[in-house]
């Protein structure tokens, strides 16, 4: 089977750059998915890495590495609002995707 | 707007009653799935569809069913609903081709 870990809290101030990282088991999968969940919300996506890399979308980064079987998402910038979980999740084929058990962020003033 | 619908957004049963969650998307996506949220579990996958009549069981399928007879439709069904079932039910759907997954509202399920 799959499995993801990430760490289940990181704190940061307003401003600040903060990494979230999700290392995986695996023995095969298309691509590293993260996702950000609001208090209440339904998940929202927000980047996707097929291959190893940074993949850049305003203040977000993804990082994907598959020889090390891990992953990290950076927010630069950071913002009150930028306070929510976020997940990261492997897609292992088609609609299969399997999530990790989330990072809640929180930003203070 | 681009959107997944879910009915009903709240609801509190009893053991055993069955009960049928429905959800809709309007973006004509070929994919789409049901997941169930539990503290400290994160977004566990139930059940999942490549297109009408193709479903296919995710990681936690047990007391569930799904049907996909329209492709804009797929809902979760549970005949005999039991009290380790209540959780937060979310469905989402995604384009052939496409990475992003685009998520309903979610359905907070109470069997008491």
């Known amino acids: 089977g799959q499995s993801l870990e990430q760490p289940s809290e990181v704190t940061a101030v307003e401003g600040a750059i903060v990494q979230i990282n999700c290392t995986y088991q695996?023995?095969?999968?298309?691509?590293l998915s993260w996702y950000q969940q609001h208090d209440g919300g339904a998940p929202t996506f927000l980047s996707y890495?097929?291959?190893?890399g940074l993949e850049e979308t305003g203040r977000f980064s993804s990082f994907l590495s598959r020889s090390d079987s891990y992953g990290y998402l950076l927010l630069q910038e950071l913002q009150m609002k930028d306070s929510a979980s976020y997940f990261c999740?492997?897609?292992?084929?088609?609609?299969?995707?399997?999530f990790g058990t989330g990072t809640r962020l929180l930003v203070s003033p | 707007e681009a959107q997944v619908t879910q009915n009903p957004r709240y609801l509190i049963t009893v053991t055993g009653k069955k009960l049928t969650v429905t959800c809709s998307q309007n973006?004509?996506?070929?994919?789409m799935s049901w997941y169930r949220q539990d503290p400290g579990l994160g977004l566990r996958q139930i059940y999942y569809?490549?297109?009408?009549?193709?479903?296919d069981k995710g990681d936690v399928p047990e007391g569930y069913k799904v049907s996909r007879k329209e492709k804009r439709n797929f809902p979760l069904i549970l005949e005999s609903p039991s009290p380790n079932q209540t959780s937060l039910y979310f469905c989402a759907s995604r384009g052939q081709g496409e990475e992003t997954q685009y998520f309903g509202p979610g359905t907070r399920l109470l069997v008491l």
């Open positions: 569809s490549m297109n009408v009549e193709v479903t």
């Open positions: 890495n097929a291959l190893d």
């Open positions: 999740a492997l897609n292992t084929g088609f609609q299969k995707l399997v």
């Open positions: 695996t023995s095969g999968f298309y691509g």
């Open positions: 973006m004509n996506h070929e994919y």
